[in-house]
C-alpha cells in the first residue's frame, strides 16, 4: 500500500519534523555530529521539500 505520507501528517507534526531536521543540519554543519555525505544531502533535501510544503499548506 503506497501512500503519500503527507496525507498522513498534521501541519504541526510537519512543523515539528522540519524544527527537528534544522537541528539535525545545523549540528552536522557546526561538527558535533558527523554523518556521510549522502545522509547529509538526503536529510537537506527533505528539509526543503517539507518547507515548501509548510509554506504551501499555510496559505
Do not use: F, H, P, Y
Not at 25 to 43: A, M, P, R
Amino acid at each position: 500500500m503506497k501512500e503519500n505520507i503527507l496525507m498522513l501528517l498534521t501541519l504541526e507534526e510537519i512543523s515539528n519534523i522540519t524544527k527537528g531536521l534544522k537541528i539535525a543540519v545545523d549540528s552536522v554543519s557546526q561538527g558535533n555530529t558527523k554523518i556521510d555525505d549522502e545522509l547529509e544531502n538526503n536529510i537537506e533535501d527533505v528539509l526543503k521539500k517539507l518547507l515548501q510544503v509548510e509554506a504551501e499548506c499555510s496559505r
